[in-house]
Every structure is written in C-alpha cells, then in structure tokens.
C-alpha cells in the first residue's frame, strides 16, 4: 500500500472519527451505557492513542503523548481507570485533528521499515499503519452505535 493512499484512507476514517463530536453533550461523552463497557470518552482516546503510537514510531518524535495516552485509553484499560491526568475531550479532539498533518511529511521508506517486533503477525511499519486505520474505522462504528443508543432514551 502506498503512502499516498495511507494517507487518503487515514483522512477518510479521520472525517468519520471527528464526527462523533457532533452534537454531543459534554456530560455524554463520559457516560457509561449498561449496553456497552466504556464511554465516548475512552472510544476517542483509544482511536488517538493507537494512531499516535503509529505517528510517533514513523516521525521519531517520541514525545509523552504516547504513553500519556495509553495509560487510559489503552488495550485493557477503562473508564474506571481515570483520573485527574486522564486526557479531556477537547485535548482529544486536538490531538486527532493534528496527527494526519504530523504523518504527512512521512517519507515511504519510513514507511516500509521493519517493526522492531512482529506484532499480530504485521512485520513492517506499513501494515501497521493501515491495520491501525482498519482500527480506528472499527471504533467509529462502535461510537456510532453507541451514540444512536444514547439518543434514543
């Protein structure tokens, strides 16, 4: 797959992810259906938190977004687990809107390069990229339905 078209997917997932926002109360975002195990909340972080392991692996700039991020929001983790250093919605929401212009300078041989360890059977930076993309578009439809949950009480 071609960085051109990585990027094109990840744009397109990206519209989908930042339309969650949309009409959305504060106090639903933090809500925690009987139906479903975790919020809006930890949905949107948990879509950053993915992409930015991707972003900072291909930029070499790891900074504490990273593992600020998955302390909450990772694999494992829930609502429950916050605190007062857990990421607001709005520290999210600028965090997602700003990483697919981080990624855009992207060289393709970055890109192509080795993982430094298989992961689910992905071995270059390049299928990880795009699974994480698959990820994300994965949580959108979570978040739609759990929306349309929401809206219906």
Same mark, same amino acid.
């Given at each position: 797959m071609s960085r051109e078209l990585l990027l094109f997917e990840l744009g397109? @997932?990206?519209? =989908?992810?930042? %339309?969650?926002? +949309? *009409? @959305? +109360?504060? +106090?639903d975002f933090h809500a925690v259906a009987a139906e479903f195990p975790n919020s $809006?909340? =930890?949905? $949107? *972080?948990?879509?950053?938190t993915m992409m930015e392991q991707v972003t900072q692996e291909l930029t070499d700039k790891n900074d504490e977004t990273y593992q600020r991020y998955v302390k909450y929001f990772g694999y494992g983790t829930s609502p429950d687990d916050y605190d007062d250093e857990t990421p607001a919605i709005d520290e999210i929401e600028a965090l997602l809107k700003g990483q697919p %212009?981080?990624?855009?300078d992207v060289e393709e041989e970055a890109i192509q390069q080795e993982l430094p360890e298989e992961f689910m059977g992905m071995t270059t930076q390049e299928e990880m990229f795009g699974f994480t993309i698959m990820h994300e578009a994965m949580h959108v439809g979570k978040m739609q339905e759990m929306k349309r949950v929401m809206n219906n009480r």
């Open positions: 397109k @997932v990206r519209q =989908w992810t930042l %339309s969650i926002f +949309e *009409g @959305v +109360e504060t +106090e $809006l909340h =930890w949905q $949107l *972080g948990h879509a950053a %212009s981080r990624l855009e």
